[in-house]
């Protein structure tokens, strides 16, 4: 069965990404593409009533209103947008009209490092995040840098890099007496995210737990 898939954030850089990956999905179809700069809302969109699953990659002040909109249809949403507190979200009805996704980095090199990030912590005295991102990203710290951090052991600093030419990278140096591991990931390009978004696309209907929070649910599960 083809699932109906809308963006919402279609004209953003990652939502014209991911247009072009669920065009490119044999299973997917685009029936919907929600952005004020293509003059389209999201109302539009869900009005329509031919969409299964939402993607939003819009901005932090909006993700949580598309995403309680979109339950509220009865449209799953899966959610990349970053710098929102998801908290009212685990507040919906336990049995929702449909699911929410969430992840801050749907990149799998950004899980691996989240994972082995979390792991070295268990074992080095004291770790620092430095995350660098293109000047155009509104939220800081970054998502990805925010969820290694409450994943990893101890009080984790971050540090945030805003420059014109970068992607989404990301370093956790860990330190102790006389040694230091650096774990490094880097996205070049958007293309790195759409993967894991065409898999949370694919499971987001089927969840039994609602919202979900982590590419490494679905990845490592
Ligand atoms: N989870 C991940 O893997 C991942 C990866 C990269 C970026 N991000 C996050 O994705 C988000 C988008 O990043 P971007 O670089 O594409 O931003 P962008 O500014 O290029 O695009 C955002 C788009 O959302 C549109 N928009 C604003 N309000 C809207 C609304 N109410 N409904 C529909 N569309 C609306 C804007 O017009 C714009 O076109 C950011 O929060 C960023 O941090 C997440």
Known sequence: MTLRVAVAGAAGRMGQAVVTAVEGAEDLSLT???DPALGTSLTDVLGDGDVDVVVDFTRPDTALANALQCVLAGVHVVIGTTGFDVQPLRELDPDPPANVF???????S???MMRFA???SRHMAKAEIIELHHDGKLDAPSGTAARTADLMQGDV?????RLP????HQEVILGDVGQSLT???DSYARES???GVLLAVRRVPELTESPLIGLEHLLFA
């Open 118 to 120: 979390a792991e070295a």
């Open 157 to 161: 600093p971050i540090h945030s890099v």
């Open 193 to 195: 995210f759409m993967p």
């Open 165 to 168: 030419g970068l992607v989404a």
């Open 32 to 34: 919907g593409m929600a």
């Open 110 to 112: 950004a899980v691996l």
């Open 183 to 185: 774990i490094r990931q």
């Open 102 to 108: 969430v992840a801050p980095n749907f990149a799998i």
